[in-house]
């Protein structure tokens, strides 16, 4: 690839402020991490000068620079106007529409990062999160008039809440300014409005406005796989089933590969009552996938509602050593020893104890700690925890009407069928 004389970054000190970084740190990486940096022939000192895509794509493709070189999907991106500050250098590009069939397909070696940060984004491990937020980094920094980068990234944070161990508070802020980026270049961008129905459903609790972006997300784009997924799993959370299992399985015949659609069909075929069929399903899938966290996550759920004790503790491990979360492993470990030496009972109040500590870190929704609580059988502090979960406005409480561990535990219960009636 060639840059054109006009685009390419002349001298050490325009290289690393295209990187973020002083010149020093620029001719270090030459030396040490092969930045793409060429010389012009002559002269005592040769002029060193960069090619911005070679950058681009060295950055993208970067898994052993320094944690501030390569901007990574736990981290969050400070300002939009940043990114726009960095590419400077070609601001003058004409605004294209993201509602191509192709996103850059003018730009060849744009066109390959994007298919690349689709593939590592799809995969929905940490690492492929990590890499597909580096990539979209790279596009939204070298065509900034363009909405699918945001977008992307605002999906990468999101999902680093899920497969990555970034807190709630810090993802749907990063993914809501990205978001919002995303639909302010192009309206009508399916992907830009997918992000905006989640964060609010899930993270503002606002369940109108949540289904109603979802839901006019599938309308610019019914081929696409993703919007009716994301869909589907709002539905499954306010208990609609039915709806929730038409539109999960529209995503699956869209894209049968994907296994974050298969194990999300699983879990709602068990919360529907096809809790054999969602099982089974499920453990197949960590046969044929072991990689994918998520798998093991629902299964161990599946494990609290059916008492299913022994199989708990390694669910959890499994999942924390996929997310990169040395403290998930540490508790699992910590509960096998609780169910051997005290029992069932001893284990599962010990785990909801711990999910109260993740909470006052601000790690997890007092949600998740109300879901605890309740496999613990203590009923009255599960109630307790959804109240602190509404007053504080905190994520997840859209999914009182759907969760099956709350729902075994507590439906009927005059306090919880408030909470179901609440969004």
């Not at 999907?73 to 192709?102: C, G, P, W, Y």
């Not at 994007?114 to 596009?139: C, F, I």
């Not at 494990?303 to 699992?332: K, N, T, V, W, Y």
């Amino acid at each position: 690839m060639s840059a054109s004389r006009a685009s390419r970054l002349v001298g050490w000190k325009a290289i690393g402020a295209f990187l973020g970084r002083d010149a020093r740190t620029a001719k270090r990486w030459e030396a040490e991490r092969r930045l793409p940096v060429h010389r012009m022939p002559g002269g005592r000192r040769p002029t060193v000068w960069a090619d911005p895509d070679e950058l681009d794509i060295w950055i993208a493709g970067s898994r052993t620079a320094e944690p501030e070189a390569v901007p990574v999907t736990r981290r969050a991106i400070a300002t939009v106007s940043a990114l726009s500050a960095v590419a400077a250098h070609i601001a003058s590009q004409a605004r294209f529409s993201d509602l191509e069939a192709a996103p850059y397909a003018d730009a060849p070696a744009a066109r390959d990062l994007y298919l690349n940060a689709q593939y590592a984004a799809g995969r929905r491990t940490a690492a492929g999160l990590d890499v597909a937020g580096a990539t979209y980094t790279a596009l939204a920094r070298r065509y900034p008039s363009r909405a699918t980068a945001f977008a992307g990234l605002a999906e990468c944070h999101l999902l680093s809440r899920e497969f990555g161990v970034a807190g709630e508070r810090e993802a749907y802020a990063a993914a809501s300014t990205c978001a919002a980026r995303a639909r302010a270049l192009a309206p009508q961008s399916a992907d830009a409005l997918r992000a905006l129905g989640f964060i609010a459903f899930w993270g503002s609790a606002d369940v109108g406005q949540g289904l109603g972006l979802l839901r006019e997300a599938v309308a610019l784009a019914p081929q696409n796989a993703r919007a009716r997924h994301w869909l589907a799993t709002a539905l499954g959370a306010r208990g609609a089933f039915a709806a929730a299992l038409a539109e999960i399985e529209a995503a699956r015949r869209l894209d049968p590969q994907s296994t974050s659609i298969l194990a999300d069909r699983a879990l709602v075929q068990f919360a529907a009552g096809e809790r054999a069929a969602g099982r089974a399903a499920l453990e197949q899938l960590t046969e044929i996938a072991p990689d994918f966290s998520a798998t093991h996550a629902y299964l161990g759920q599946m494990d609290l509602i059916e008492g299913r004790d022994a199989d708990f503790p390694r669910r959890l491990e499994a999942e924390g050593r996929l997310r990169g979360d040395q403290d998930a492993i540490d508790l699992s470990r910590r509960l096998l020893g609780v169910l051997r030496d005290a029992g069932a009972g001893a284990m599962r109040r010990a785990y909801a104890e711990a999910q109260q500590l993740l909470h006052r870190s601000g790690q997890i929704s007092a949600f998740q700690v109300a879901r605890s609580w309740a496999a613990a059988g203590d009923l009255d502090s599960a109630l307790v925890w959804l109240g602190i979960c509404r007053d504080r406005a905190e994520p997840h409480l859209v999914a009182a009407a759907g969760d099956v561990l709350l729902n075994v535990s507590l439906r009927g219960r005059p306090g919880f069928e408030a909470f179901r009636r609440l969004v």
